[in-house]
């Protein structure tokens, strides 16, 4: 008998026990879909991430001040080691205005902004019985470059608001329609913005789109109470919080064609010379692509464990196929003692049931694939990612149920094939 004959005994075999096959067929069933449903909303979720992060700038560097675990300098000619530092910088270990200075002059050319920012907080606008929910940052002109936000309407913020005393605030499209029905009408408004150190006053002197589709606090929030940034000069928001001058954190943005990686080295080795002395604290550089590279691994890790302990149910499905294919042998001893008599190798037996059993894996796996991706398109879905489902993965689940099947069967294929003739013809 050929390949082609044995299959088409196998599914006759199946027709004849649909329901036990499909019984036996359904631990393989749920194992193969769990996976690739698990992996499907896992390259969702990471291709969204991704895609998010890549938006952000994939030239961006982030340099930021780092306490120093350990430290040592000279004092009266003895070393002293300051294990931890302080629980806040002070003013002197800030990133400050002349370094920033300094470093755009030497920078001139490789990097196309710099930005400088100042976190107020959460706060609360009521315009005529509505109100809306605003985090307020205080930035420099360069943010809107970092943030690469579309201004629909007026201006961003620019360096006359800093000294200017009419507090200038930049607002979402989303906002301004909610307070005022229209971006049109917000233009020019005074916003009272209720922050836990009082009440504020700002002017709307620009409006920016706010794009929810690719947002993930939009997808997770209630789209009532959806909080969206407000801009504000920086010089304001440290006059509100009361902050010193300086920054922990600036961010970068490398000019067109120039290597990130060395950009990154250069910077940080700028910037942490100016700590050579400073026993508390030094300044750390990381850029988006190294977060990106970061954040993919991890959720790779996370997809492939939780795939990893989903298809152990595969283990089950396969003991079942085991046990079915010992009952087939069992009700058909007398098809395999005819056989033999009739000279048909023991090859050819244990042949005949391996491929029965990868037939009922196989069919198995497609079954188990079609439905995993249909789950995870819709998981994926109704977390407001679209749907990527792998081929590769698919194309592996399918091939890995099948090597379930010659595993699994391999040992009730022998046990058929070493059956004697005389034996198995005399069986009742």
Known sequence: MGVLDNILMALASLKANKMRSLLTMLGIIIGISSVIAIMTVGDSLT?????????????NITVSLQKKSSSSSDSGGGGRVLMFGPSSPD????????????YRSLFDGRITALSCSENVGSGTISQAGVSGSVSVTGVNPDTLTVEDLDMITGRFINEKDNTDTKRSAVISDYLAEKLYGSVEKAMGEKLEVSLNNGVQVFYVVGIYHY????????????????STSMYVPVATAKKITQASQGYQSVTVVGATGEDVDTLLSDTEAFFTSFYTHNDSYTISASSMK??????????????????GIAAISLLVGGIGVMNIMLVSITE??????????LGAPNLAIRIQFIIEAMIICMIAGLLGVLLGVAMGAGVANLLGYPAKPSAAACALAVGFSMAIGVFFG?????KAAKLDPIDALRYE
């Open 290 to 307: 190294e977060m990106l590279e970061t954040m993919t691994e991890m959720l790779d890790t996370v997809k492939v464990a939780i795939a």
């Open 410 to 414: 391999y040992y009730p294929a022998n």
């Open 211 to 226: 794009d929810t589709s690719g947002s993930m606090m939009a997808a997770l929030s209630d789209s009532d109470n959806l």
């Open 47 to 59: 291709g969204s991430i991704t895609d998010s992060m890549s938006g952000m700038g994939a030239s």
């Open 332 to 341: 058909r001893t007398r098809e395999i003692g005819t056989r033999k008599a």
């Open 91 to 102: 003013e002197e270990d800030l990133i400050s205005e002349a370094m920033i200075t300094e």
